[in-house]
């Protein structure tokens, strides 16, 4: 279970994540983590996010955003909004850890989303930010933080959601790993 002050690391490639606030501690009004990435390059594939609306300040570094078809560079002390249903991505491109403040509102489950990730990449499931179809599909269907990926239509991917992701369930994959969060989903 996230909490708060909490620091989780994916030792694969030293990032890290710390928890300033839980959706436990707002009332699942928001998600506020301190990130510390030192790979380069995307994590995740574009996305977006049906519910939440994301907002990120950079501490030190610079952070990618791609965003509107555009490519932005936040600069410490910079910030910078997401809303919902808008594809995005962040990374980091330079050579040099980038440090931000994101927050995500409503909370819902995103902190147990992270805490999920990060322990899967730990525990080798992951290759170059991709955890495989079966497991994105089990965490699309099974997690409230909705997220879908931007470059294959809704249709395709809820299809797939809800054929593929409970056979997978029956194969153990879950959205939320008692073994990182102390409960399962």
């Known amino acids: ?28 009004a928001r998600v506020i983590l301190k990130a510390t990435i030192q790979s380069k390059g995307q994590l995740v594939p574009n996305h ?3 519910l939440q609306d994301e907002t990120f300040e950079v501490v030190s570094g610079q952070l990618t955003v791609l965003h ?3 490519t932005r560079t936040i600069a410490a002390g ?3 909004s997401l809303p919902k249903n808008e594809p995005h991505n962040h990374f980091n491109a330079e050579d040099t850890p980038v440090t931000y403040i994101q927050t995500i509102t409503p909370a819902l489950d995103f902190d147990y989303l992270i805490e999920n990730l990060v322990g899967l990449a730990a525990d ?6 991709k955890y495989g179809l079966v497991q994105e599909l089990v965490s699309l269907k ?5 997220s879908y990926l931007a470059d294959i239509p809704v ?15 029956l194969f153990g994959y879950r959205a939320i790993y008692k073994k990182y969060s102390g409960i399962e989903k």
């Open 142 to 146: 099974y997690l409230d933080s909705k």
């Open 78 to 80: 910079e910030k910078m």
């Open 124 to 129: 080798g499931k992951s290759k170059n930010g």
């Open 155 to 169: 249709a395709v991917q809820k299809f797939l959601m809800y054929t593929v992701a409970p056979i997978g369930r």
């Open 1 to 28: 279970m996230p909490t708060k002050g909490q620091t989780i690391t994916n030792p694969t490639n030293g990032d890290t994540y710390e928890f300033i606030e839980t959706a436990k501690d707002t009332n699942g």
């Open 68 to 70: 509107g078809g555009q």
């Open 48 to 50: 977006f996010h049906v």
